[in-house]
């Protein structure tokens, strides 16, 4: 039934919150505060006078604001006498529905309302298209050495990045501990990494280190321009916003790297571009570098591909393959963000719909555990059979990509291989197919095969395309390939907390282990080091971990403190190797192999 107001007189005075005794005036009409907001609406009172009424509006409608305030984010509702209404011997509002039943009981609903000029101001500065390379914006300092979307949106990216610090509880724990000691002075550290909240925690922790740091992001899609602004505002020099194009992305780098009276002494990458960059513009930048630190498949990949060919001029450490980035970013990470990726994109129905996952290591495994959680049939396609046999195991079919192309709903890579779905794969899909990526490069999905005359793009959402065919079916691209959680939605803070640590104790490491500890390779990290990391984690839970005793650490051959497995010892080896060539190919073998002979180069 259609809503019909009630009256009253819009002087009345409503009681406040949870018996405080406070009280709420009226607004006048039209009038705004900032601050908490209440809307009163009117429920019936169901169980206390005949039969229920439709749900009305309140008197106006109006804001109601003043005394009682409501902590952000909180919202609430709590039935309070309607104002100026006689009370019933039933105790109900002795007022009727004019759609009959019972009259209304009146509700206080809270809700958090910005202030227009701040709302009005983040959305203005949010949809500026002019492209932050042709503005000339400065910092509250004076500097101009930085370019984002907005540096007015600064102020926002700085309540971002205060509610990540409360989930990265060792990124702050290393702050304090290091208070009266800079490992990282002196060090000059360049980094190509997603720029979210919890990145921008990490590279404040580095700068409290000691660290200068000039910063670009991994990914075009995946910046958050509130937190670049409030690093620039913070005096980093950040080059990133969220839809750069190619050339923007690579111009990005180039600002970080070549910089008159400034040249880096150690590298953070996120995919391998940046070092790429650095080879391919300015190679003698490494005779002052003293390492590498990677954190994604495809970056090590990169890096291994290099020391193959005897390319590789500095030692790197691979974060990817420490078993804290394996068994949390990873997996955890995932197992959640590919539900909100999708979700907030396509707003599916998970329940039924058939899934093909392309590749079962951790990231693989993650988002195969969440939707078949969701009630959706999952498929798995993999190249390792170590993975291949967990895959069955674990009750997922495993088939050959075209065998079930024509009849899934969605298709979800997660190898870091290139063209896993083919423009083949793509032709015979079935309408309405949604196609996305969880690996890193946009490489695996066949994208550019789509960019042709026959076929038509239509863009629907923020970071959703239709691409038409000529007989009418049509396929949803998300995020055109790249990586869906960090493109489309957000990550949990604290799983990357666990990661960012360990980046962070990699540079460490990297910049002041003594000359010759480490070569011209490719390192894991030390078996210790990946016990630290999750022992700074350890007290958010109220965990306590046992003691060996004497007796007990000499019958295992141990030491009381750790470590407590030998470096060699990497549970997910399989899940590693299928996450480097799951669903297209690649010598399982040889990375198995590799992986051993470097890890026996450890030093604990």
């Known amino acids: 039934p259609s809503l019909a107001p009630c009256t009253a007189a819009p002087a009345a005075k409503v009681p406040g919150l949870a018996g405080t005794g406070r009280e709420l005036e009226p607004l006048e009409a039209g009038a705004e505060r900032e601050g908490t907001s209440l809307l009163l609406l009117s429920l019936p009172d169901v169980g206390m006078r005949g039969a229920p009424g439709p749900l009305l509006p309140s008197p106006s409608l109006g804001l109601w604001g003043g005394a009682a305030q409501v902590p952000t984010s909180c919202a609430c509702s709590l039935p309070v006498p309607h104002p100026q209404v ?38 203005d500065s949010s949809d500026d298209e ?60 360049v980094g190509c990494t997603h720029i979210t909240a919890q990145t921008a925690v990490l590279m404040e922790t580095l700068g409290a280190l000691g660290a200068q740091c000039r910063w670009a992001a991994c990914n075009i899609y995946s910046t958050l321009n509130e ?65 590498i630190v990677e ?44 539900l909100d990726g999708l979700k907030r994109t396509t707003d599916m129905m998970f329940g039924g719909k058939q899934v093909v996952v392309c590749g079962y290591g951790e990231v693989g495994k993650g988002c195969c555990a969440a939707l078949k959680a969701m009630g959706s049939i999952v498929y798995v396609t993999e190249i390792d059979p170590i993975c291949a ?28 291989n290139k063209n896993v779905v083919t423009r083949e794969h793509l032709d015979r899909m079935k309408n309405s197919c949604i196609v996305c990526n969880m690996g890193h490069s946009n490489t695996e999905i066949d994208v550019a095969s789509l960019r042709t005359p026959e076929l038509t793009w239509e863009r629907v959402r923020s970071q959703v395309d239709h691409v038409i065919w000529p007989d009418g079916k049509r396929i949803v691209l998300l995020a055109e390939g790249r990586l869906l959680n960090l493109s489309c939605s957000t990550v949990p803070t604290f799983v990357l907390s666990i990661t960012a640590t360990t980046q962070a104790l ?85 990375y198995i192999c590799a992986c051993v002979r470097i890890s026996s180069k450890l030093s604990v």
Not at 247 to 276: A, K, S, Y
């Open 130 to 189: 002019t492209s932050p390379r042709d503005k000339q914006q400065k910092n509250s300092k004076g500097s101009s050495d930085f370019c984002v979307k907005n540096i007015k949106q600064a102020e926002f990216g700085r309540r971002e990045i205060e509610i990540a610090e409360q989930e990265m509880p060792a990124l702050m724990a290393l702050r304090k501990r290091a208070q009266g000691e800079k490992p990282l002075a002196g060090a000059k550290i």
């Open 389 to 416: 046999l967990q895959a069955c195991m674990d009750g997922f079919r495993l088939v050959k990509l075209n065998e079930v192309i024509r009849q899934v709903d969605i298709v979800i890579t997660c190898t870091g």
């Open 506 to 590: 990699a540079l460490i490491e990297l910049y002041n282990a003594p000359e010759g500890r480490y070569k011209q390779d490719v390192y894991l990290l030390p078996k210790k080091m990946d016990e630290y990391v999750a022992s700074l984690h350890l007290p958010t839970f109220d965990a306590h971990l046992t003691e060996l005793t004497d007796e007990q650490a000499k019958y295992l051959g141990l030491n009381k403190n750790g470590p407590f497995k030998p470096n060699y010892y990497r549970c997910w080896l399989g899940a590693a190797c299928s996450s480097l060539g799951g669903g297209g190919g690649g010598d399982t073998a040889a």
């Open 227 to 291: 937190v670049a602004a409030a690093l620039a505002e913070s005096g980093f020099p950040v080059f990133a916003w969220k839809g750069e194009s190619e050339d923007d992305f690579w111009w990005c780098i180039d600002r970080c790297v070549n910089v008159e009276g400034w040249q880096p002494n150690m590298i953070l990458d996120d995919g391998g571009d940046l070092t790429h960059w650095i080879y391919k513009k300015y190679p003698n930048m490494f005779k002052k570098i003293k390492g």
């Open 295 to 338: 954190e994604s498949v495809t970056g090590v990949h990169r890096l291994y591909q290099l020391s193959k060919a005897g390319k590789l001029c500095v030692p790197a450490m691979n974060v990817n393959d420490s078993v804290t980035k394996q068994k949390f970013d990873n997996l955890y990470c995932c197992r959640e963000s590919i």
């Open 86 to 123: 006689p009370r019933t011997e039933l105790g109900a509002p002795a007022i009727q529905s004019p759609h009959g039943g019972a009259g209304p009981t009146a509700f206080i609903l809270a809700v958090m309302c910005p202030s227009l000029s701040s709302a009005a101001s983040y959305t």
